[in-house]
Structure formats: C-alpha cells, structure tokens
C-alpha cells in the first residue's frame, strides 16, 4: 500500500510537509542507537580492554548485529518495495551523472547554474519530488549492501569463537564468507574494513546533518514533518 | 642464548636414530638431546618467557620440536593452522603444557580447541611423545616433543611436504581474555609459518613470517578513513559554506513539475543550453530559474 505524504498544516508563509514516515524514522533512530552499542563493543573486543567481561560485550555487540541487519533489511525492504520508493530510494543513471555534475560544479568545472538541484516539494499533490540528494541515495544503498556483509562476517566469526551458539547465523555466515577464507582474507580484517567504511560515510553523514541548510531536513528526521517557506 | 649447551650423557640410549638419523632426539635420556645443537633455525618466543624459545625439525615421518618456556608460567601453549586476529578457533589442533608451581611437573597434553565456548578438550588419544627436562636452564623448563606428520587421528592437524603451517604461542601472561581474539600487548604472539620440508631431515623455520601485516593495515585503514572524511568535510565547508555557497531554488514547484530523466538533464546541461522542454507530453520545470531554457525553446 502506497504510504502518500499529505500536506499536514499550512500557514500564510509556510507548508509544514510530512517528510518522513513513522517506520522510516524508527529505522533511522533504531540504527543509530544499535550503531553506538555495536561501535563501543567493537572497540572493546579490538583493543582487548573489556567493560562488564568479554563474554558480555561479545554477547550485546552479536545482538545488537543482529538486531540493526534485521531492523535495517526487513525495514528498508519494506519502504522500498511496500512504499514503493524504488526510484527515490534506489539511484538511477541520472544519479550518477547529477553526481558528476555536482562536483563539477564544486570545482568550478561547471557554473552552478547547471547544479542539478533535488528536494522539491509538489504542494498541490503533497509529494516529494527528487526528495534525496544522489549521493545520499548512494549512501542508503550501499549501507544496504554493507550491512549485509558486515553481518555475515561477524556471524561467521562468532561461529568460529562460540562454536554451538546461533549455529544457523554462523553456517549462513561461514557459507558467504568460503570465498573470503579461499582467498586468504581474514575474516576479521574484512570485518574491520566495512566497519571502516561505515565509519567514514557516517561521519560525512553527521556533517550534512549539520549544516544550516539541512536543519529542517533533521528535523524531519526527529518529529516527521518539515517546514518549507512558500517563497524564497 | 640460544640453548644451554647439551650435556648428553649416554648416547647409546634410545635414539630415534631410524627417522631423524643425522641428529636424533632421545627422549628418555633426562637432558635435552644434542641434536638440537645441530638446529640453528629457532625464533624466541616472548609469550614463554624473555628466553623462552621454539625449535622445529622434522624428517620424512616426524616432526621434532623443542620448547623453552619459563617455569613460573601456569601453562604456556600452541596452535596448528591459526587464525589471524583470533585464537582458540574452534576445532584447531593444539598442544598445551601445564605447569604445576607446586612440583614444576610439566604434563604436556595433545589438545583441540573449543573457540570461547570453553577450555580445550584433550584428544581422544595422545599422539604426543614427549620429554621434560625441568630446570635444565634456572627458570626454564625444556620439553621435546616428537610427533609422527600424519598420525591418523581425525583431530590431529596432518603434514605433508611443503606445507607451511600457521602457528600461534600463547601462554597464561600472554593470551586473550575471556578466549576473544585479538592480540594485545598481553595477548598471544603474531602467527608464525612452520615449514615442513621432508627432504633429508631438513630443518623446520619458525621464522618472522614474510606475510601480510594485517594490524598495520587496520591502522591504515583508519588513518585513511580519518583522512578521507575530515579531508571531504573541510574541502565541502570551504567551498560550499564560505566561497561559493549554493543558492537553492524555491522548493515548492507546481502540479506539472515532472522529474527530470538522464536524457534531459544531459541535453539541459551539455546540449548548447537548449531542451525541448518536453517530457512525456508534460512541460518541464525543473525549478524556476531554469524556466527561462524551457521558455525560449517552446
């Protein structure tokens, strides 16, 4: 069923619009939390230094994997198949050359008349138009495909520390991960390096978040709605 | 040092002359065969002590080590085909050498490991011969053990030629805690290769393994991603906050806003500033300051 954003509130100077919906901010804030208590147990089992024991932390940072791939999967699934924002979500080829064209635009190659600008807002309808920037809508997917890995990864790895716990996780794990072994990558050092990918893209994540210019788009995050001016 | 020299006192006892005939290990002559002496590739192995040391050899049908490790440890031990950044992997071959500080009586125990789910079982049968020569040195213990490459048993790691073998020390001041992985300042050595060359009793090399640095690496990783993002967000604040920051249009558009395909952003961008300014039948407005392209093309 198709979840449509209706313009909820109007005044004489601005459209207060939903821009997300309850499940796509329970996704968000949801992996937000599940990414600080999987960071801070991670850093743990790197460095060795143990709060609470080593079985605890390992046991919280394999729940909390868990639980941010199944909230993220199923979630983000979800809003891309149930709420059919394939094409919002998901980028296109025009993505890609709006990628091209923004960091022409950033290094002077090309004016920034021709920056390919996103986020409109249909008031009549109550919609989004081009409602992401391309690379935000890169990011979402390859956290999607990140996630995925990163899972698989740590359950193998479990299986291979807590033999006879969460067998079925550990043999779909040990079963994606064959190729990895073959090649003779670390599990462990392949688990790092998604873990340092995630670590990059949200802290330029963090940083647009930021931005005065992206402060009703947070908001939107927080409460669901968004207040747009109606004149510029 | 690299052993106390050998004080072997009959060298008509009982040789295992037959398999490693150029230097022997008797193993039930109390001191540590002088075979040893003639075994000059060994790799000192902090996690048994300051002293502590490993030597390997092996001939066509066993494999000979010997073992220095100091005597105040509880137990000192090792594992066969280890893992980088994990140790104790479940179902890894091991052999572990217990301590008792009470007798210094050292038991010497053929293992399989049990990841963290628990202490490592001892096989079903002991393949291991072994010798202990306690105190041969003050403060150390020396053990020989003598083990044929292919025991038969399911739970013993089998060699053959030209294997290399990855291989972990640890010991009760150097291991991880809680059975986790990852090796700390106090945690079990870095992997090392175990060269099982048959060829005429040649000699095994627990050598500095020529291998990837998979910690050096991590810790490029993370300078790279420090680097990358910091880097992206000064350059973005620079550009974008301070010397030419965007203007954005005015997000509200109308009813016949339709979103704009591959094709005509290319031919708005690249195609002499000219679109037709149609688009499945629908008149594009892209935003208000482009309208004037779509104006002058219709």
Redesign the interface.
Known sequence: MITKSKTIEETEDLIIAKRYSRIQRTQHWGNVILMIILFLTGLEIYSGIYVGGAKFTQTIHIWAGLLVFILSWIIYTFIIIGERKITEIIPSPRDFLDVVLIMGCAFGILSDEKYPHYDFYDAEKGKYINKYHPTQKFLATINYIMLFFIAMSGFALYGYIAPGNWTFFANIGDWFMTPLINWGIPIRFFHFLVFAYFLMSTMIHFYFTMLPQNRERLRGMATGTQKIPKAH | MLLPPAAHADDSSNFIASIFDQQGVDLTDGSISPGWENVTYYQMIPEFGENGLVKFANNATHLFSLFVVESNLQWAAIEFEA????C????NDGWTFYIDQNTAAVTVHDEVY????GPPTHDTTNNLQTEVVVDDTPGYHTIEIVRQLDTGDTQDIAYHDGDLIDIKFASSTHH?????????Q??PSDIFFLSVQTTGGDIIVPDTPNRID?DF??MI??I??FF???G??FL?SL???YF?P??????????D?V????KY??ET?FGNGKHNGKHNGKTKL??D??SDLIKEAN
């Open positions: 893992w980088d950044g994990l104790m992997v479940d179902g049990k990841g963290s789910a991880s805690k809680g059975g986790l992985s990852n090796p700390t106090f945690g998979y690496w991590k990783a993370l790279m991603v990358l993002a910091f992206f967000m973005h550009i974008r906050q030419k965007l203007d954005h249009p005015n997000p509200i558009v109308s009813a806003y979103k704009p395909t591959l952003r290319w961008t892209e935003s300051d482009k």
